[in-house]
Structure formats: structure tokens, C-alpha cells
Nanobody, 121 residues
Framework: QVQLVESGGGLVQPGGSLRLSCAASGSIFRIYVMGWYRQAPGKQRELVANMVNTGDTNYADSVKGRFTISRDNAKNTVYLQMNTLKPEDTAVYYC???????????????WGQGTQVTVSS
């Protein structure tokens, strides 16, 4: 099994910054994708950004140029640096990891517990 521990959410004023972190632990054989999704009240969960183990990244159009995803492979940790935050960025942010466990034969999608990000004056 893989456990994900998120941190870094909170309340910030418009134009401010936050940095989210997500550390993966457990019987990990290989991590293929690490990323972040978010879900605002009344809306579907959406991809914010992810990074595959080749280093390629994907971003939602709404966050391009403002958010940056990065990974520390040695620590199995993914970060999301969020700058120039807007009220519409308010949501619960979920860490997502696609990984294969030791002894496993296929990949599994793992989710963090979610961390609240609120952008408000």
C-alpha cells in the first residue's frame, strides 16, 4: 500500500502564494505519475497539474503561468507552488499518485486526504 500525506493548504489573500507538499510512503516499487487535483464546492474534481517520471508536466489552462509542479524523487514528494492566487482557485486540493507497489503487477491510483485552499480577502 501507498500512503500520501499532504500539507501546505490554508487561507491566503488574492495575489498571494501557497506551496503544497505531498509525501508518498509505503511499499513503493515505482512511482509513475505524481500530481494534484482540486474540487470546488458543486464542481467536479479536475486536474491541476501532474508530472510523469520522465519529467513531462501537464497543467490546467487556468493555472498555466501561475502554478509550478515539481518532484523530489529521492523523497517521493511532489510540490505545487501556487502564485498569484485567485478566488476561483479556492478548492480542496488532492494529491494523486500512480504507482506500483513491491510485489504488485499493475499500477494503482492513490489519493491524499485533501487540503483546503481558500483565496479570499
Amino acid at each position: 500500500q501507498v500512503q500520501l500525506v499532504e500539507s501546505g493548504g490554508g487561507l491566503v489573500q488574492p495575489g498571494g502564494s501557497l506551496r503544497l507538499s505531498c509525501a508518498a510512503s509505503g511499499s513503493i516499487f515505482r512511482i509513475y505519475v505524481m500530481g494534484w487535483y482540486r474540487q470546488a464546492p458543486g464542481k467536479q474534481r479536475e486536474l491541476v497539474a501532474n508530472m510523469v517520471n520522465t519529467g513531462d508536466t501537464n497543467y490546467a489552462d487556468s493555472v498555466k503561468g501561475r502554478f509550478t509542479i515539481s518532484r523530489d524523487n529521492a523523497k517521493n514528494t511532489v510540490y505545487l507552488q501556487m502564485n498569484t492566487l485567485k478566488p476561483e482557485d479556492t478548492a480542496v486540493y488532492y494529491c494523486n499518485v500512480i504507482a506500483r507497489t513491491v510485489g504488485g503487477t499493475s499500477t494503482t491510483n492513490y489519493w491524499g486526504q485533501g487540503t483546503q485552499v481558500t483565496v479570499s480577502s
